[in-house]
Each structure stands twice: as C-alpha cells, then as structure tokens.
C-alpha cells in the first residue's frame, strides 16, 4: 500500500497542476480556536478592538526622536516606509508612524548604522560613541539584533525596560514568552513585539504543498492535526518516511529526486527544530532562579530520536550547509518534488509568485507532552531597547508602545495578505499565521548565547555520544552563566 502511495504520488506529479485550494477571497481571521494543547489563534476582532493603555493627552512637544535601524531594507522595512518595496504595507507603515507623531507630538529621525553580521563590531562601536555627545543628539531608541545588543547591554547602554514609562510589556503585542524568559532579576533590557515584522520575517517554519499532501493523506486536514495538538515528530515522520522516487534512475538520493521532507543543514533545518521540540540551555524557575538544563535526559533523547529521522528515514532529504544546497531545497519544492520544506517565513515572498498552491504550519512539537508549540526567529531579526544616555526616555517609551500597539492593530493583517500570502487569505492561513506569531520564543541561553556559548553540536542529529558530549561541558557552562548572571545583578 505504501508503494503504491508513493507510485500514485509520483504520477500525479508528472501532471500539470491546476490549482485547486480554497480560493475564497476572505481576508477575515479567526475566531480563537483553542485545542487540547493550548492551540489559538489571534482572530481579527482581537486585533481591532485591541485599546491601548496609554493615557490621552500625552505631549511631548515636538521632540525629536532619534531611532537607530540597521542599513538593510530588509530589516528596516518594518519602521521606515521608504525601505518598503510593498505599496500597501508602506502606505500603512508611514500612517501608522505619522500616527504616533501627530498623538505625541514628536518628529522621528532614523538613524541608520551598518546592519550585517560581519559588520556588527561597527554597530556596537557607533552605539559606544553616541554616549559622549549630547541633547538631541543622543540615540533614544536602539532596534538592533541581539548579538549586537547584549555587548552593549552588559556595557550599561541600556535602560531596564521595567522602569520606562509608557511600556506595557504584558499586552499582546510585544512578546511575552520572550520577556519572561530573557528578564532576570527584575531586569530586562531588550524585548520584540509585533512592531518587529523582521521578527516574523524571520521565523522557522514548515511549508507544505497542498496538493502533494492531499494526495498522500487524502483523509486528513494538516490544519486540524495542527489545532488539536497533534503534529509532533513522531507524526511527520509517519507522513514522509516511504515517500521518495529515484526520478533520475541514478540509485543516488539527490535534488533531482522526490522527497517527503527536505531541509537545507543551515540554520532553518537546525536552529528551528531545537526550538520546536523545546530543547534548551537553561530553564526558568518558578521563583525566577535561571538554571542549566542543556543535558537532560529529554534533550539527548531529542538529539537521538532526530539523528534517525535525517539519517535513517528514506523520505527525508537533508542538503548542504551553504546558499547553493538552499536554493536546491528551495526549487525542489517550488517544483514540486517534496511535500514539506523547513524554512523562513519570509520564503513566502518567493512562493506567493507560483501558480502551485501552498501552506504554512509551525515546526512540530518533539511529542505531545509539550503543552504548545515552540517557534523560533533568526537571531537577525531586531530586538528592541532604549538608550540609558537619552533624556527623553519618557516619549521613546510612549513612541515604542504606540508603534507595537498599532503595528498590531493595524498593519500585522496587512503584511500577512499583501506582502507574502497571495493564495493564503483564508481563515485557516490567518489563524496558522497568528499561531505561529504568538508561539514566537526564546530562551535565556538562546538569547545571551554571546555571553553563554552554546554546548550543543552542529549540526543538530550529528552522530557521536551526545550525553558524554554535554556532561563535559557542565563546569564550563555553570561558569559562564553565573558569571554572566553577576554581570546582569551589576546593572542598573
């Protein structure tokens, strides 16, 4: 039976594919659907009844407001309208913006600083010199990423976002699964919320085609295994362990062929994975104690049972860690060859083009025992804090939480339906999208892995002893975290 799957799959690829998903123009959510494990999406209604906590009234006469971006579009996009290629989401970005400004009485100045990885010592340095000047001239908002952010942090750059006025960290818009995992002490000094679309831009998820699914699970909905709480590892591997074909006759397993899964070894099939299944360097106590977990018998589980599924699964294709081995995975799927690919969700942007009709899920969880689904974003996306030097730290409070609310309001819907998802308005994409955006986390090992280093391999799966592997580095590991931690309890 499974063969034959296999072979009915495999025929029905080598037709011309005519779209045949819903195709009902309904840019309205959901309503929140809640499943055994703590599954719900945000739903539309929430999104524009949503109030905001500030008070009316605020003005701030006409002050300046020096925000710092980094010099890539494809970043500052989600501040600056003129890095916006999209008409709609720039039209509603630059409303958005002049929104604040005419509410608070303040004019905005970007300041834009080198934005890649190579040249963050730059960043960081530029960020340094800004202390010694003066008045207006002083940086008051800092969207940056977090491996530029947690120098400058432990430097004293920043102010603990707990005593900034006007910041509601505990409404929907910003990030609540990060702040509580990354605050320590009673301190944090950098968050993300909704304001952040780089932060969506960036996060690892599973695409899947819809007709190749269809075809070889024709008696089950991929959304309602995702709702109910069911979509684990073990239920993937279910899905794509016997799907492959030799196309090319070449008895190799390569790009040419078909697949169930394929995942590109960079980032996107390592790093995402990691945080689906809720594997993690520390753990947060009840009474806010910050502890080492990184090898717990969870974890080499985990690294065990994952190793089988690239390795020992003939539906599973892992391809190389570089942009060329990317853009296979990619036109594999783009081409029909594979049921899921691991990627960013920005790959969207790439697939709203194609006629071949898809959609977007989180990564499973490692087993049902997880209450919800974990996702993660790439370490690029921004992160947001506020210069402990600027004298106006009341209106760039005011300024980030009238910028996150009504990104949330007002412009997260829009980026959904007109910058990626030209076949994805329906209610079930909606409610996926919102899903992934509120399941968005982080780790406070993740997060200061500057500070901390990482103790587990790359690539996640590698085979070797994993427990012996994580045991040794229990000593290192206690040392940098609590040496880390007296760094933070130094901090103002």
């Not at 040249?119 to 010199?129: A, E, L, V």
């Not at 196309?247 to 062929?257: E, I, L």
């Not at 690029?380 to 210069?387: A, E, I, K, P």
Request: proline letters at 3%.
């Amino acid at each position: 039976m499974k063969k034959l799957i296999v072979l009915l799959l495999a025929i029905c690829l080598a037709i011309p594919m005519v779209s045949c998903g819903n195709k009902e123009e309904n840019g309205g959510g959901t309503t929140d659907t809640t499943g055994g494990n703590n599954v719900s999406g945000t739903g539309d209604d929430d999104r524009s009844n949503a109030v905001s906590s500030l008070p009316e009234g605020l003005d701030f006469d006409n002050s300046s407001i020096n925000i710092v971006i980094r010099d890539r579009d494809d970043i500052a996009f989600e501040i600056d309208p003129d890095a916006n290629t999209v008409d709609v989401l720039a039209t509603e970005i630059a409303r958005r913006n002049t929104s604040v400004q005419d509410t608070l009485n303040v004019a905005f100045q970007f300041q834009r600083l080198p934005g890649t990885f190579a040249q963050k010592d730059s960043f960081i340095s530029t960020i340094r010199n800004n202390r010694q000047l003066s008045g207006n001239d002083l940086y008051d908002l800092v969207m940056g990423p977090n491996y530029s952010l947690t120098p400058l942090m432990v430097e004293g750059y920043f102010a603990n976002l707990y005593n900034v006025p006007y910041l509601d960290l505990g409404a929907d818009w910003w990030n609540g699964n990060f702040n509580d995992e990354c605050s320590y002490a009673g301190k944090l000094y950098m968050t993300e919320g909704e304001l952040m679309l780089s932060m969506i831009d960036s996060a690892f998820v599973m695409f899947f085609d819809t007709a190749n699914f269809r075809d070889l699970v024709p008696d089950q909905d991929i959304y309602d295994i995702v709702r109910s709480g069911d979509w684990t590892l073990d239920l993937l591997s279910s899905f794509v362990k016997d799907v492959y074909v030799d196309n090319n006759g070449d008895s190799a397993k390569d790009s040419g062929d078909l697949f169930g899964m394929v995942s590109p070894a960079f980032a996107s099939g390592r790093d995402g994975f990691q945080t689906a299944f809720g594997v993690s360097v520390t753990t947060k106590e009840d009474d806010g104690r910050i502890t080492l977990n990184f090898n717990s018998e969870r974890n080499v589980n985990i690294y065990d049972d994952f190793y089988t599924f690239l390795h020992d699964n003939e539906g599973v294709y892992v391809n190389g860690n570089n942009d060329a081995a990317r853009e296979d995975c990619r036109s594999m799927f783009q081409n029909g060859r594979v049921i899921f690919i691991t990627e960013l969700l920005n790959y969207a942007g790439i697939l709203r083009g194609l006629e071949r009709e898809y959609g977007v899920i989180p990564l499973p969880k490692y087993d049902s025992s997880q209450n919800s689904y974990s996702v993660a974003s790439e370490a690029v996306h921004s992160q947001l804090s506020v210069f402990a030097y600027s004298p106006r730290q009341e209106a760039a409070g005011a300024v980030a939480e009238m910028l996150c609310f009504l990104t949330y309001r007002d412009v997260t819907l829009d980026y959904y339906d007109t910058v990626k998802y030209r076949n994805q308005k329906t209610p079930e994409a909606v409610e996926m999208l919102d899903l992934i955006v509120s399941s968005i986390t982080s780790n406070f090992g993740a997060q200061f892995s500057s500070e901390m280093a990482t103790p587990f391999p790359t690539p996640i799966g590698e085979k070797n002893n994993i427990s012996d592997q994580l045991s040794s580095q229990q000593d290192r590991m206690q040392t940098l975290m609590d040496n880390f931690k007296r760094k933070i309890q130094a901090l103002p």
